[in-house]
Nanobody, 113 residues
Framework: QVQLVESGGGLVQAGGSLKLSCAAS????????MDWYRQAPGKQRELVAT?????SPNYADSMKGRFTISRGQNMLYLQMNNLQPGDTAVYYC?????????WGQGTQVTVSS
């Protein structure tokens, strides 16, 4: 089993920055890709960024150049710069482990204009 706990969300003005963290515990995810998703009110959950076990990142087009995903031992990070009101959402850490997708509880990011 895997437990994922996000932190670092909050309220920020447009143009500001936040860094999200996700602590993983339970089974090791060192050989698994890890992801950040987000869900805005009234919208479907969408993929923000993925990082492979080897550290290679991939981003959704709208996040390229503004967001940076990284990982450490049992940790996942998302550095978010130049935040805009459209980035307001609950951000989730996730990983697919042995055929089951695990999710954290989410952390709220609110960007004011």
């Amino acid at each position: 089993q895997v437990q994922l706990v996000e932190s670092g969300g909050g309220l920020v003005q447009a143009g500001g920055s936040l860094k999200l963290s996700c602590a993983a515990s339970g089974s090791s995810l060192r050989f698994n890709a890890m992801d950040w998703y987000r869900q805005a009110p009234g919208k479907q959950r969408e993929l923000v960024a993925t990082i492979t076990s080897g550290g290679s990142p991939n981003y959704a087009d709208s996040m390229k150049g503004r967001f940076t995903i990284s990982r450490g031992q049992n940790m996942l990070y998302l550095q978010m710069n130049n935040l805009q009101p459209g980035d307001t959402a609950v951000y989730y850490c996730s990983s697919l482990y042995r055929g089951f997708r695990y999710w954290g509880q989410g952390t709220q990011v609110t960007v004011s204009s």
